[in-house]
């Protein structure tokens, strides 16, 4: 189970070698210099417009891009097919009670289908949704259900210097002050992410989540929370917060669940599948209600927009993914590159986060103003350089607020090397790390970019830049 933990997280022996040996290769290709400047200029200096082909060493997410286990290859075949009722349905069920706790389950397509849901059955307009940080899909479901997200993360979560243990946390007199001053009955939930994305895989600590939870129930509000990285999540608790380094995480995720009353959940992170998701409940007339409208949006209720062989490569992802050694290997390898790029001087966030390095994109091109999209800029630097493909988490993500159509300038203006899991090679890291430390040695000559196109949701995806 949990024989030997290292005592703290700065990896510095090989103590988190990767649990499994490779059975199965995928090629991929090297390009040239002048391949990969034509490439991003067509893609419009949006890494997300780039061909897959044309990418070396593929940082752009986590999401739905780490390999299965023979295990769970073996359990695509054991698919069962039936529009209704499929066995692996009650298999995917029965193991998300397991390991999370929640006592209802409803599969969507990935997360983003859950949290749609849930904002159309708990969200009526004019309501306050407060979140520690907003992840982009999040909020804007909770927008278009016509709540306004209000941000309760700790201060400290904004500054990327800053080496607190759990920077995910809710600052709780902000919250209190929420309640307080817009009432508990405009705030249909309170929305708790683990591992805060867009602060840097920043964890929450177990007595963050109880006093919430605590904070919450005072007042008749419930907690859901954002599970997507809650084993990440639990992996830090278990390395970081005193009285559980002997605790093996699978234990801990589930007492930080049963600080929540449900939860929504991208099954292409933790769970080590390439698609899936689901929404769990404990309130059974909540999950009445989502288990209805699921058949709107995703699909019958005991499929939610997967083939039965995804809900058991799910369901066996799920045990994979709290195994000890999985997640100490799998954070461990994130730690690595986190640790080569700080030895080299680079700015990054810390401490180094759960599923990615995120580069700080301020410090890097401290001459480039925020309005030439320094983190997006930075992102087609190091594809031209290695054919590093790397993401934006800046002021492009953070779009333009509803009310003014202005930009919004989140204090964050990040490059994320999102880490998939036991897809990439130590060599892999290194060469990654080789590679920013390049652009960052030429970062004076580096030049901003202008917004061309820009698509009404969620633009990062989408917009289209010139270089300046
Ligand atoms: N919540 C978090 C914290 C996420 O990181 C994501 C997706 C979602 C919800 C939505 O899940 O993609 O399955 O619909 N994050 C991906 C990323 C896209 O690259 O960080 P989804």
Redesign the pocket.
């Known amino acids: 189970m949990n024989a030997e933990i290292p005592s703290n997280s700065r990896i510095r022996r090989r103590s988190w070698a990767e649990p499994w040996k490779v059975k199965v290769v995928e090629p991929i290709r090297m390009t040239s210099r002048t391949e990969r400047e034509a490439a991003i200029r067509e893609a419009g200096y949006n890494t997300f417009l780039l061909r897959s082909e044309d990418v070396y060493i593929d940082l ?5 891009t780490s390999a299965m286990s023979d295990s769970q290859w073996a359990g695509m075949m054991l698919g069962d097919e039936a529009y209704a009722g499929s066995r692996n349905f009650f298999h995917l069920e029965r193991t998300i009670q397991d390991h999370y706790g929640y006592r209802f389950v409803v599969p969507t ?7 749609n849901i849930l904002a159309r059955i708990m969200i009526k307009p004019g309501d306050v949704v407060p979140g520690n940080m907003y ?4 909020r804007l479901h909770q927008e278009l259900a016509g709540a306004t997200f209000m941000d309760i993360i700790v201060r400290e979560a904004h500054d990327p210097t800053c080496e607190l243990p759990f920077k995910g946390n809710v600052d709780l007199d902000a919250l209190a002050a929420l309640i307080e001053r817009v009432g508990a009955d405009r705030i249909p939930y309170i929305s708790l ?6 602060a840097g895989g920043q964890p929450v600590s177990m007595a963050n989540a109880r006093e919430v939870h605590e904070l919450a129930a005072r007042h008749g509000i419930k907690v859901m929370l ?1 599970a ?2 809650a084993v990440e999540n639990a992996y830090f608790i278990q390395q970081r917060e005193p009285g559980y380094a002997s605790k093996p995480v699978a234990e801990i995720l589930r007492e930080f669940c049963s600080y929540t009353d449900g939860c ?6 933790d769970a080590l599948v390439n ?3 689901w929404l769990a409940l404990n309130d059974g007339n909540l999950y009445e209600e989502a288990s209805n409208l699921v058949v709107v949006y995703e699909g019958l209720h005991t499929y939610g927009g997967m083939a039965g062989r995804d809900m058991e490569a799910m369901a066996r992802g799920i045990v994979e993914s709290v195994a000890d050694d999985h997640i100490r290997a799998r954070v461990g390898q994130v730690e690595y590159l986190g640790r080569k790029l700080i030895d080299a001087g680079v700015p990054v966030v810390r401490p180094i986060g759960g ?2 390095v995120y580069l700080d994109a301020k410090a890097f091109y401290p001459h480039l103003d925020q309005e030439q999209f320094p983190a997006q800029a930075l992102a087609a630097y190091l594809y031209e350089d290695s054919g590093l493909r790397a ?1 934006e ?1 800046g002021i492009v993500s953070a779009g333009r607020d509803p009310e003014t159509g202005r930009h919004r300038h989140p204090a964050l203006e990040l490059v ?1 090397l ?1 880490i998939p899991r036991r897809v990439y090679t130590q060599a892999h890291m290194d060469l990654t790390a080789e590679s920013v430390v390049a652009v960052h040695e030429e970062r004076m000559t580096a030049r901003g970019l202008r917004l061309v196109h820009e698509p009404r949701y969620l633009r990062f995806f989408q917009a289209r830049f010139e270089r300046l």
């Not at 752009?60 to 739905?64: A, F, K, M, P």
């Not at 992840?135 to 999040?138: D, M, W």
């Open positions: 752009l997410t986590d999401s739905g397509h990935q997360g983003r289908g859950a949290e992840f982009t899909t999040t992410a683990a591992t805060v994305n867009m954002d997507t990285r929504t959940m991208s099954g292409k992170k698609i899936g998701g599923h990615a993401m988490r994320r999102t």
